[in-house]
């Protein structure tokens, strides 16, 4: 399948079927991303792959950080309010999201139960932490985040989905201590992966794309 075939069937997965993906697989996706270009080739991620007991041992540790209300403390700045057509593109992700599982907007309830689904890695069986040395700041998130897109196109060429969620970021704390991380190491964010449920609700959510006069300019 060509990246571009690729590209457009692909989307964001939310539910996931019991099973793992071979750890040879797993080895020659890895060692293919290996190859996602960097700035001055500095190669700044640091890739956690979490399974089995380690990945329910920290989704518990989530669970129990978010019932306590504590305020997420990420690595990185994820202070910046979206605003304008930024904030109505965010409004219709959400509303595309709620509206396949019939979540009424009223029910704030049901959407923070929906939004805690982030830190149980939607039941996927493998889970990433995108990490980085914390001084490399935007220049190293730059290098993550098309380490992270080349990283999710060679898995949908395996058949295998994902994923990204910031969310993962937002509580550092227990992943540095469970993966016993060193301090000056920041974790980004994170993606959830495997094979999709195909019968699943939420995994018929789609979004829209600006279209290429708003998005692109051409100059010559």
């Not at 079927?17 to 991620?45: G, R």
């Not at 932490?129 to 001084?135: A, G, L, R, S, V």
């Not at 980004?188 to 708003?214: H, I, P």
Request: some cysteine; proline content about 5%; hydrophobic content about 40%.
């Amino acid at each position: 399948m060509s990246i571009e075939a690729i590209l457009k069937e692909r989307h964001s997965v939310r539910a996931f079927i019991d099973k793992p993906v071979p750890i040879e697989t797993l080895k020659n996706i890895f060692s293919s991303a290996q190859l996602s270009p960097s700035n001055c080739n500095v190669q700044p991620w640091q890739t956690c792959v979490v399974s089995g007991q380690t990945k329910e041992q920290l989704q518990s540790k989530f669970i129990e950080i978010l019932m306590s209300g504590a305020v997420p403390n990420p690595d990185f700045n994820w202070a910046a309010q979206y605003a304008g057509i930024h904030r109505e593109r965010q409004f219709g992700s959400a509303n595309a999201l709620y509206s396949s599982v019939a979540i009424a907007r009223e029910d704030k309830k049901a959407r923070q139960m929906a939004m805690v689904r982030n830190w149980q890695f939607f039941d996927a069986p493998h889970a990433i932490f995108f990490t980085m040395d914390k001084y490399l700041d935007i220049m190293g998130a730059v290098d993550l985040g098309i380490y992270a897109q080349t990283l999710s196109l060679i898995m949908a060429e395996h058949g295998i989905s994902n994923c990204m969620q910031g969310a993962l970021g937002q509580f550092p704390d227990p992943v540095r201590k469970i993966l016993n991380l060193p301090d000056e190491r920041g974790i980004l964010f994170g993606m959830s992966f495997g094979y999709a449920d195909e019968s699943a609700a939420v995994n018929k959510t789609r979004t829209d794309r600006e279209t290429l006069d708003n998005a692109v300019a051409f100059f010559s």
